[in-house]
C-alpha cells in the first residue's frame, strides 16, 4: 500500500472517544514512525533527512508508552519504493495531520476523570511526545 494512502485509512479510523491504549492508535502511531524513518532515508536534503530522523524517534518514544494489548498482532505493510522525492510533500503534509490528530486524541483522553491516573500521565507524555515530533519535522 502507498504512503498516503495507508496515511489516509490511518486518519479516517481515527476518532476522539477512541480507546488510546487500542489496536487502531497503535497501528496509526506504527505507521507515523516507519513513514518517518523511509522518508529519512528518501530525502536528498541531508538537514531534513536529520530532521525526519529526530521525528522519528519522537514518534518511537511515543510508542513505546502505550500499553496496548494488541501490540504484537498489528503489522503494516509499506511500499517502501513508493517515497520518492515527488511524493515528499503529500507524505509530509500526512504524517503532520496524523500527528495533529493523534496529539488530540491523546490530550483528550488524559482529561477523562475516569480513566485510570497512570493511563491518563502516560497520555499527557504521549501527546508531549507527539509535540516534539511535528516541531522536529522539515
Do not use: K
Not at 507515523?32 to 522519528?56: G, K, M, Q, R, Y
Not at 518514544?61 to 502505550?66: D, G, P, V
Not at 509530509?92 to 476523570?113: K, M, N, V, W, Y
Not at 507524555?125 to 516534539?132: E, I, K, M, P, V
Amino acid at each position: 500500500m502507498n504512503a498516503t494512502t495507508l496515511l489516509n485509512n490511518a486518519r479516517t479510523t481515527l476518532h476522539d472517544h477512541q480507546d488510546p491504549d487500542g489496536p487502531a492508535v497503535y497501528a496509526a502511531l506504527l505507521i507515523a514512525v516507519h513513514l518517518a524513518e523511509h522518508t529519512a532515508a528518501a530525502t536528498p536534503d541531508h538537514a531534513a533527512a536529520c530532521a525526519w530522523d529526530f521525528c522519528a524517534l519522537a514518534l518511537n518514544e511515543t510508542l513505546q508508552t502505550l500499553s496496548s494489548p494488541s501490540r504484537d498482532r498489528v503489522a503494516v505493510s509499506i511500499d517502501h519504493d513508493a517515497i520518492t522525492d515527488s511524493s515528499l510533500d503529500a507524505i509530509t503534509e500526512g504524517i503532520r495531520a496524523l500527528i495533529g490528530q493523534l496529539t488530540h486524541l491523546f490530550r483528550h483522553a488524559s482529561t477523562d476523570p475516569s480513566e485510570p491516573a497512570q493511563r491518563r500521565h502516560a497520555w499527557t507524555g504521549a501527546a508531549s511526545r507527539l509535540d516534539r515530533a511535528a516541531a522536529e519535522m522539515p
